[in-house]
């Protein structure tokens, strides 16, 4: 169960998925970066990273942090499907999954919206 595409070709994968991402959402977001990486190297089957102070948590003085940071994972992702296809919608429900939790959702929330 392993399908492997080029950078390139995983890159405008994310870039399709963040282009996904609902305007009324797309719009509050601020301070945060996308990465792609090849693994985690504390926890290399995960398949993305939200690190960061969600919005809900911040407070009024919340200014001149270092932005929050959504990785999304190569290695991982391709590891986990058959498919280029079903490869573009792993990286889509992760990184959906990841600006859920930049917004305050929770990990039962995200899966009980599909994105799990």
Do not use: C
Request: charged share 30%.
């Amino acid at each position: 169960m392993v399908y492997r595409v080029s950078e390139e070709r995983f890159d405008e994968m994310v870039d399709d998925a963040i282009d996904r991402i609902p305007a009324q959402f797309a719009r509050r977001m601020r301070n945060v970066v996308f990465l792609v990486e090849e693994h985690n190297p504390d926890n290399p089957s995960i398949l993305g990273l939200y690190e960061g102070v969600a919005l809900t948590e911040r407070t009024f003085d919340y200014s001149g942090h270092l932005p929050d940071a959504i990785s999304i994972y190569k290695r991982a992702l391709e590891n986990v499907v058959h498919t280029e296809e079903e490869l573009a919608r792993e990286v889509e429900v992760t990184v959906f999954h990841e600006v859920g939790h930049y917004f305050g959702i929770d990990e039962e929330q995200l899966h009980a919206l599909g994105w799990g």
